[in-house]
């Protein structure tokens, strides 16, 4: 009889199965089923998370510490039907906010709420209240809001410094980019000390550059250290899309100690200033044709404090030709390239204090010593 391959093999498995049947199971195979595995088909155990981490659990408890003073605003305007000559409430925008006092005064962007007839400011509660406007700068991009609240009011931030802040240290921006609601993001102080322009006002100096994620929304947002202190208003992103890139820049909360306290006061900021006229087109138009960077004197004030130092402005020559005064290049040995630039560096003055010009004159550097009184 011939006994195929097949044949042959299933005469070997069944001797080798009863070879197995009889041999002594290894211990590693008895050992029970972990805990945490489950039939298949149902919910697995969950594992213990454990304790935070440090860093975790620091920031955690800024967040919850900070979010009951960071504010969602809703702004609308009123338009009219060109038909119906009806006028109706429409939604212009969202931003974000935070409580500057126990009043309570709430501190934001002015381009949060400019343009818009009525702002709607929403509490971490979920309670919506009314805002009335108090003041504005459009030069330092800031205004606040003051809100009717007898009762529960939420706390201020502390306040914190700029001045001594470092390239690299941690920092935290909360707001409500894109309608999201208190959202978090960190990064670090990416750079100090930049400079930008505010329409046509002064160029808003010292501003904190950051890479903590800044999106339409999160403006008027706190920036905070990681000790949960106010540095910074978060109010401007440089992306080409209108999205975050990395690159975001916060008002200083030095500028805003400042600023805020005469918004509360008196309605409106006005900036220190040395009596003498200045105009950026003209200034500009003045370099390009004399080749001399700084900023033109065009006109002294009678009587001023720069009348009193000895400023010179623009003056007619017997021909009728304009003869160039003083041109101002430096302040505190600071150059200074441009009028905007100019008004920023006085800002950061306070008034009655004295402050050293560099000033060119019939090609000569002098220097004068000017009194900073407020803007009339």
Known sequence: MTTGVGGVGGGVALLLAA????????????????????APGQPRAVSARGAYAPDEQSLIELFERARESVVHIATRQQVRDPWSRNVFSVPSGTGSGFVWDEVPHVVTNLHVVQGASEAVVRLADGRELPATLVGASPAHDLAVLRLELDADRPPPLPLGSSHDLKVGQKVVAIGNPFGLDWTLTTGIVSALDRSLPSGSGPTIEHLIQTDAAINPGNSGGPLLDSAGRLIGVNTAIYSPSGGSAGIGFA??????????????????????SIGAEFDEGLNRRLVRALGVDGVYVLRVQPGSPADRAGLRGLKRRADGRWQPGDVIVAIEGRKVSGVGQLLGRLDEVRVGERVRLQVLRDGRTLELAVAVRRAP
Not at 251 to 272: A, E, F, K
């Open 251 to 272: 008002v200083p909360v030095d500028t805003v100690n400042r600023v805020v306290p005469q918004l509360i006061r008196d309605g409106r900021y006005l900036p220190p």
């Open 19 to 38: 070879a197995l049947a009889s041999a002594p199971v290894p211990a590693a195979a008895s050992a029970p089923v972990p805990a945490a595995a489950a």
